[in-house]
């Protein structure tokens, strides 16, 4: 797994990485779901990478910063993980309320 993912609706990074996190609206982490650990983040060429290694088990944990929904367009490696099509901005993904926090395990 080389990329992050994108949260859409024009959600920007306000900020960079902070404590192994991408942060800004909402706070963004990829767990190595047989350690337990929150993988560091790179930022590279406008982006953000995670080192992963294959065969791994990842988790994509979002938190909600915001006091209102948000709409989170996640993708690994360019292929939005809900519905399998090449990643853009206006596709489906998943609707986070105020505060929530879910980690994403498959895809």
């Known amino acids: 797994m080389k990329r992050l993912m994108y949260l859409a609706m024009s959600l920007v990074f306000a900020s960079g990485c902070q404590a192994q996190a991408v942060r800004g609206l909402a706070d963004v982490s990829i767990i190595d779901?047989?350690?337990?650990?929150?993988l560091d983040t790179h930022y590279y060429h406008g982006e953000y990478w995670v080192a992963g290694r294959p065969g791994g088990r990842y988790g994509i944990e979002i938190h909600n910063r915001l006091g209102e929904r948000l709409l989170a367009v996640t993708s690994v490696d360019g292929v939005n993980v809900v519905s399998g099509e090449t990643a853009a901005w206006d596709q489906g993904g998943y609707v986070f309320g105020p505060g929530d926090r879910y980690q994403i395990t498959g895809w």
């Open 33 to 38: 779901r047989d350690s337990g650990v929150v």
